[in-house]
């Protein structure tokens, strides 16, 4: 690629397209574990008085609690397991990223490149101004205007 202008679009497009799915991926894990927030809500509240009910008819109050926030603790767990699991990267964010990362090292070469196109030109300003100043210089000049308006003078 050759034209800087196509790298910075496509650097914006790419960088555009990677904010779109990770939001969009973030947004959908958040609603889906809301909504699998609620439902777990109300069946463990459903569960944990049946389950309490059962236990109660065989052991005391004390330990039925405990045996039904054993399970609650179990099954809160595994939601979360499956939650981190959920939603990894998509093979379309790793072609953007890639796409992305070839972007930013055209422009980095670019960049070098003009940067040694700058060096260039300054040190070619820095010659012409130092030959420039060793002809213009005080002490080669005045002699030369000095013969010249002498000779001026004379004719």
């Known amino acids: 690629m050759k034209n800087p202008v196509l790298k ?16 969009r991926r973030t947004a959908n894990r958040i609603i889906l574990s809301l909504v699998g927030l609620v ?15 059962a236990f109660v008819a065989f052991s005391s109050p004390g330990l039925a609690g405990l045996y039904v926030s054993l399970i609650n603790l179990g099954l809160a767990g ?7 699991k959920a939603g990894g ?10 796409i992305r990362d070839l972007a930013y090292s055209e422009i980095g070469t670019d960049v070098e490149g003009v940067k040694a196109e700058i060096g260039k ?33 004379k004719r």
Do not use: C, H, W
């Not at 439902?39 to 009910?53: D, E, K, T």
């Not at 101004?129 to 002498?150: D, E, I, N, Q, W």
């Open 89 to 98: 990267e998509s093979n379309e964010e790793k072609m953007a990223a890639e």
């Open 8 to 23: 910075i679009n496509l650097l914006i497009r790419a960088e555009t397209a990677l904010a779109r799915i990770r939001a």
């Open 78 to 84: 595994a939601i979360f397991l499956i939650i981190g």
């Open 39 to 53: 439902f777990v809500l109300i069946g463990v509240a459903m569960l944990n008085f049946a389950i309490y009910q």
């Open 121 to 153: 030109v300054v040190d070619d300003i820095n010659r012409i101004r130092s030959g420039f100043s060793s002809f213009t210089g005080a002490s080669s000049v005045m002699p030369l205007l000095g013969m010249l308006t002498k000779a001026i003078a």
